[in-house]
Nanobody
Framework: QVYLAESGGGTVQAGESLTLSCAGS????????MSWFRRAPGKERERVAGFLWSGGTTCYSDSIKDRFTIVRDHVRNTIDLQMNNLTPEDTAIYYC?????????????????WGPGTQVNVSS
């Protein structure tokens, strides 16, 4: 079993930044891919960024590329999503996810393990 917990959400104004963190515990495999997904009101779930524990390969959706960065914090052992130049369109609940292979993660597949989510609100 794997447990994930997100933190760092909040309310900011357009153009500001936030960093979300995902802390995991339990049976997290070295070959798992980790992803950040989001669900905005009235929209389908979107995978915004992915990270491979092994090797550190990253991937991003076109909607956030060059604004968001997914990184591993080795001190806190978290997967962070650094979000810059936020817009109202980034308003969503952001979820951490794992439980897939690296290949599956690179294809955007979601695994079985989800955190409860953290709310991000961006005002104009």
């Amino acid at each position: 079993q794997v447990y994930l917990a997100e933190s760092g959400g909040g309310t900011v104004q357009a153009g500001e930044s936030l960093t979300l963190s995902c802390a995991g515990s339990g049976d997290i495999k070295d070959w798992y891919g980790m992803s950040w997904f989001r669900r905005a009101p009235g929209k389908e779930r979107e995978r915004v960024a992915g990270f491979l524990w092994s090797g550190g390969t990253t991937c991003y959706s076109d909607s956030i590329k060059d604004r968001f960065t997914i990184v591993r914090d080795h001190v806190r052992n978290t997967i962070d999503l650094q979000m810059n130049n936020l817009t109202p369109e980034d308003t969503a609940i952001y979820y951490c996810n794992t439980g897939v292979t690296g290949t599956e993660m690179l294809r955007g597949k979601a695994g079985d393990y989800w955190g409860p989510g953290t709310q991000v609100n961006v005002s104009s």
